[in-house]
């Protein structure tokens, strides 16, 4: 069966990282180019930390490209108090070589979309760099199967009321996506906080005696603690790979075709994502998910990584 076309753009973070750990794993899955945007840490550190993850994953061959330092406006924001000082706090990588793409993230997301067929286009951090694409080659637009992202919510957001982290962080990037013309897929915190990483998980998970298994145990102590400090969350929401399983495993999530729109005031509304029924589409909202089938991928995916 060929597989999928796609671009993963991402903020490591530790859900990124399994988000990752899944386009690395999955046969149904050819991934093209991984792009580093700023959000739960600097650039340097997400970038970083893509890095340490493709040679864990023996992907280094995977192009790698730093992506904009800032978003397209607003100051960047960051988030320490979930991911930790490095981006990626709770396992210790090997000294690995920084091997990055001598280009910007957004030219290597244009240059991967020319030269590739049917390209989906995963975002699991801020929309910054395929905002910037679609602004720097408007065509490109044309070529994109779909756009896959983690953000937004059909109710409240996390960072505020409204607005939910990946969207309020670059409010206009998301504009420019949501208005780009290219189908969307919306993964939002209406079902990504229903897939909690509780003890049930962690005790499957640790029975996984792969590197995947170890490294998602780790990761994950680091994660819960620090979702129950700052959120007081039982256990943290896996949010980045229901990008991922949504595109490899068609039972796992429920989408409604709603109209999307971005709050991009200045008011307390900023980043907000208004999900419209009556009106012409442009979004699969994603509102009901399957947690056994959920997990079920999350652990096959860990005892592929050896
Ligand atoms: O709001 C959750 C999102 O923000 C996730 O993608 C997490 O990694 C952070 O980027
Ligand atoms: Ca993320």
Redesign the pocket.
Known sequence: MKRRNIILD???????AI?LLLCCYSDKLNLLAVTT?A??QTIEKTTRNANNLLHFFNSQNIPLAMGASSPLVRPIQT?PE??GESGLDGFDFPLYEEHYDKREGYQLIIDTIKENDDVTVIT???MTNLAKAIKAEPNITSRIKEIVL??GSTTE???TKAA??????DPEAADICFSSGVPLRMLG?NV?RKILVDDKVMLEASKIKTRGGDLFVKLMKVFNENQRKFFGLTAG?L??PATVISLIDDEVFTFKDMQVKIDISNTDLVGKTYCLLDKPHNTKVAIEVNLDKYWENIYSALRRCK
């Open positions: 991402c903020d490591p973070g530790h859900d990124d988000a945007a959000g739960n988030c979930i991911h699991t951090g801020p983690m953000g957001g996390n960072i939910e982290f990946n969207i309020l962080v915190l990504t929401p949010h980045d």
